[in-house]
């Protein structure tokens, strides 16, 4: 037989405080594809008991699903991973976050610590102010009075189609002749402009059909006439 001394041998009166890890502020925001969110990720720490901010805590700050960046000022290098970023005074860590320039459903950051539930902090990225253009097919074959389709989609500097642009888009063959239909000059429809060229005559070299538009890189094909 064996005597217990105390009532917290038993583990009456005895308690386990577990610190609390809560995001404050940038959670579902909103923003360009590669472009910094204007609101910073930031989380506080508290004592599970007394409610009390934990400062000089190290917490883990983790891009996942995800080509994006975090950085401790805006506008600063990034990492996708930051750590130790340290808790203030009053218990509160904040960083940056970069999204991932390509069209990406899935931008989420992980925050973690020792000893501490892992928060999550979601984003969704858009594409960004038009920029340029891309045109396509980049390079066609085709006969005379045989017509070759064309698309032209507005994109921003990250190639992203800019699904909203509605830029008035012009056309244009370079040495050789032949039509545009409906017309050289067409309104983007979300984004895209599209027409159809029909050469009237052959040509012994390689041509050029170029899409431009005011304030947009322009963008080229190459097209060839048997």
Do not use: M
């Not at 600063?76 to 509160?92: C, I, K, M, R, Y």
């Amino acid at each position: 037989l064996f005597q217990l001394d105390t009532l917290a041998d038993l583990g009456v009166g005895s308690t386990s405080t577990v610190n609390i890890l809560n995001k404050v502020r940038g959670n579902k925001q909103t923003g360009p594809f590669g472009e910094t969110l204007p609101t910073a990720l930031e989380v506080k720490v508290t004592n599970g008991g007394s409610g009390s901010p934990l400062p000089g805590l190290d917490l883990t700050f983790k891009v996942t699903n995800s080509n994006g960046s975090l950085s401790s000022s805006k506008g600063g290098s990034g990492s996708p991973v930051l750590t130790p970023v340290t808790t203030d005074l009053n218990g509160h860590a904040k960083v940056f976050w970069t999204l991932d320039p390509g069209p990406n459903d899935k931008n989420t950051v992980e925050v973690s610590g020792s000893g501490l539930s892992t928060v999550t902090f979601t984003a969704t990225g858009k594409a960004g102010t038009a920029s340029k253009l891309a045109l396509s097919p980049a390079s066609s074959n085709t006969s005379v009075n045989q017509a070759v389709a064309y698309q032209a989609t507005v994109q921003d500097r990250f190639d992203n189609p800019v699904t909203n642009a509605t830029n008035a888009i012009t056309f244009i063959s370079t040495d050789l002749i032949g039509n545009f239909i409906p017309s050289a000059s067409q309104n983007a429809i979300n984004g895209i402009a599209r027409v159809s060229f029909t050469p009237t005559c052959k040509s012994s070299t390689t041509r050029t059909i170029t899409a431009s538009a005011t304030g947009l890189t322009s963008a080229s094909a190459s097209l060839t006439v048997n």
